[in-house]
């Protein structure tokens, strides 16, 4: 079992900048298959960033691509979000999840076996 933990999140004003950390505890860290997740008020948790167990291969969808960043360092066993170029719509609770069994679905809620809390982004207008 793994337990996650994100940070980072906060106020920004739309155009600037945040990075999430997620720090997983245990020692098995670099065998998970991590994503990020966000949720607004009254919508669905939707799929935000994913990133393979070597970081060979990372998937973002089109909303953000060119403007968020998925990144690991399994030696400090954290996952890393950099969001620049924020805009309102970004706007969500952020959440970081893990994946002990990877079978493909990356943008899917329902691959992922641990989350975290959750972390509060506000882009302000």
């Known amino acids: 079992q793994v337990q996650l933990v994100e940070s980072g999140g906060g106020l920004v004003q739309a155009g600037g900048s945040l990075r999430l950390s997620c720090t997983a505890s245990?020692?098995?860290?670099?065998?998970?298959?991590m994503g990020w997740f966000r949720q607004a008020p009254g919508k669905e948790r939707e799929f935000v960033a994913a990133?393979?167990?070597?970081?060979?291969?990372?998937y973002l969808p089109q909303s953000v691509k060119g403007r968020f960043t998925i990144s690991r360092d399994n030696a400090k066993n954290t996952v890393y979000l950099q969001m620049n170029s924020l805009k309102p719509e970004d706007t969500a609770v952020y959440y970081c999840?893990?994946?002990?069994?990877?079978?493909?679905?990356?943008?899917?809620?329902?691959?992922?076996?641990?989350w975290g809390q959750g972390t509060q982004v506000t882009v302000s207008s």
């Open positions: 990133i393979s167990r070597n970081s060979a291969n990372t």
């Open positions: 245990g020692r098995t860290f670099s065998s998970y298959f």
């Open positions: 999840a893990a994946d002990s069994s990877y079978s493909g679905s990356y943008y899917s809620v329902y691959e992922y076996d641990y």
